[in-house]
């Protein structure tokens, strides 16, 4: 059985965002990148699997981007993934999740992927689309925002977040696609045994303009801060006169302290 | 400009955010037609053209016959942007849809500008604003962006239906957890974020919730490391709440935590991110670090 999961980096979001020279994205100087959170799910789930299929099974992580994606990349390797491609891009900030898509379509096209795992969405992006929109150009069955996933006998049984807590549950013949939510399962750490031997595995580097054919639906004209809507007390300083700012504001505008 | 607006159907009802597309529309100036996969016992309040199909036959999420029914819709109508709003079956049923008429799908729509859409990202930090190539495409709206409109009428009615297997099998719904707590009556919740930092500092989150005389409340990462139950949690896949006091503790306010607790009358944050996303709709931002600040005013309120 062939398993793939598809992995974004992403900058901290705890970050502050510069927009770049352009203003259509963030300037990347200064900022610390990591493994796409949603992502990490993906990747343990589809670990997970690949553990309890054993021998015979083969996990490839892929990753779009410049060379710091290797780091992320590194990180699934050490979490148990076999093996690695790195399709290179300078420019993907530029790119429609269409054609982030189309390059992921083209790449596993012919290759006899059973099973992609990816995360819900991107963290700095958001857009939700990559996942359901591979799966559409591949013609695998596809379904999103999974808490709960099991597989058998080429059947995967997922279990859907919906609103208030309601959950969906859905089987779905392979060849399929699950993209991952928070909460699915625990990430692990990489060990160091585990991240030594990451380092003899291969990671495949093929240029992007190997497998981009698709053209651009949608432009980014603008990247920018919301608007401020003002209202709100900023309070900043000393600890104890914080406390003391807000027991006065507690008293004055609520009914709780009096 | 023509919308075809598709509307949500869930367990048998119609949802109230099908109403939100209706807002949206009229922010956007446009003609409507809808699409629902529900039940002619379940029309929504609208006078417009309602392609209708039928959800037990349909089903509710049953994704390859939804789209071969908006597929269908679209090629009579024509529309300039087929919107969803974006939810569990939005964010699943659009990209599938935008894929099939290669059209563009701009994601979580929170305004408008000049001729684009304007997006949330960076965690809800930043926004962009976005313009489909061709003038036309597939738009999902941020849930809760948009005001309730109900356009009142009976809708003139054309029945559509779809058959075939489809490429997967809906077993069923699971019910949410049982709450042991009833936020949403709460007067005061302190809810705990990642901020914390660990699970061994929920007490003290709790105490400052326990001296307010109030609830404990948590972020959806919180919950999901396992620190707090989740029938604490508050937001969209937790609950919804509007107590008199909400005091946000290391929460940097991701969306499905905002849409669960902004109409709290008064809201204070504490964070040690000035930029944090909750700092837009806290009426105090208070920026210190959460494990130094909240003990002390505990010991304050206490007193």
């Known amino acids: 059985m062939k398993l793939l999961v598809c992995i974004k980096q992403v900058p901290d979001l705890e970050s502050r965002f510069k927009p770049d020279a352009a203003g259509v994205w963030y300037n990347e100087t200064d900022l610390a990148f990591r493994m796409n959170e949603y992502d990490e799910y993906a990747v343990e789930q589809a670990v997970q699997l690949r553990e309890k299929l054993g021998e015979g099974t083969e996990l490839t992580v892929l990753s779009i981007g410049p060379d710091r994606v290797v780091e992320a990349i590194k990180k699934a390797l050490a979490m148990g993934c076999d093996n690695a491609v790195h399709i290179q891009d300078t420019a993907v900030s530029a790119k429609d999740p269409w054609q982030i898509s189309s390059i992921i379509s083209t790449y596993v096209q012919g290759k006899g992927f059973d099973l992609i795992f990816t995360g819900m969405q991107s963290q700095d992006r958001g857009s939700a689309q990559v996942g359901v929109t591979v799966a559409e150009q591949l013609g695998f069955a596809c379904t999103t925002t999974i808490v709960g996933f099991d597989y058998a006998d080429g059947t995967v049984t997922a279990k859907r977040e919906l609103e208030g807590g309601i959950k969906g549950v859905v089987k779905l013949k392979t060849p399929a696609l699950v993209t991952c939510q928070l909460g699915l399962n625990v990430p692990r750490y990489p060990t160091l045994p585990n991240i030594m031997k990451a380092k003899r595995k291969e990671i495949t580097v093929i240029p992007v303009a190997d497998l981009l054919t698709a053209d651009l639906l949608a432009t980014t004209t603008s990247f920018h801060p919301p608007a401020k809507k003002g209202g709100g007390i900023v309070l900043e300083g000393d600890v104890g006169e914080l406390v003391d700012k807000v027991i006065a504001i507690l008293k004055d505008k609520t009914a709780v302290l009096r | 400009m023509k919308t075809l607006l598709i509307g949500e159907y869930r367990e048998g009802k119609l949802l109230d955010s099908t109403y939100e597309l209706f807002g949206f529309a009229a922010q956007l100036g446009a003609d409507t037609a809808m699409l629902l996969v529900g039940s002619d016992a379940q029309l929504p309040a609208y006078g417009g053209t309602l392609y209708l199909a039928d959800a037990s036959v349909c089903g509710e999420y049953s994704p390859d016959l939804h789209k071969q029914l908006i597929l269908e819709a679209v090629q009579k109508e024509n529309p300039d942007y087929i919107v969803f709003v974006h939810s569990s079956y939005g964010w699943d049923l659009a990209p ?194 959460v494990m130094q600040f909240v003990p002390a005013l505990t010991a304050k309120v206490a007193r």
Request: hydrophobic share 45%.
């Open chain 2, 96 to 289: 599938r849809v935008a894929a099939s008429l290669k059209v563009a799908q701009v994601s979580e729509i929170v305004g408008l500008v000049d001729g684009g859409f304007e997006v949330g990202c960076c965690n809800a930090k930043m926004r962009r604003t976005v313009k489909p190539a061709s003038g036309r495409g597939v738009l999902t709206i941020q849930a809760g962006a948009y005001p309730v409109l109900q356009p009142g009428g009976s809708p003139a009615v054309q029945k559509i239906t779809a058959a075939g297997g489809g490429s997967l099998e809906f077993v069923g719904y699971e019910a949410a957890e049982k709450k042991d707590v009833d936020l949403g009556k709460a007067e005061i919740i302190v809810s705990a974020g990642r901020g914390i930092g660990k699970k061994d500092n929920v007490p003290v989150i709790l105490a400052l919730a326990k001296a307010l005389g109030g609830e404990l409340g948590a972020s959806r990462p919180v919950v999901d490391a396992g620190w707090v139950e989740h029938s604490h949690q508050v937001g969209t896949t937790g609950q919804t709440v509007s107590p008199k006091l909400y005091v946000a503790c290391g929460i940097s306010g991701a969306i499905q935590h905002l849409a669960g607790m902004k109409k709290s009358d008064f809201i204070i944050a504490i964070n040690k991110d000035k930029d944090a996303p909750i700092g837009e709709i806290a009426d105090v931002l208070v920026v210190a670090d």
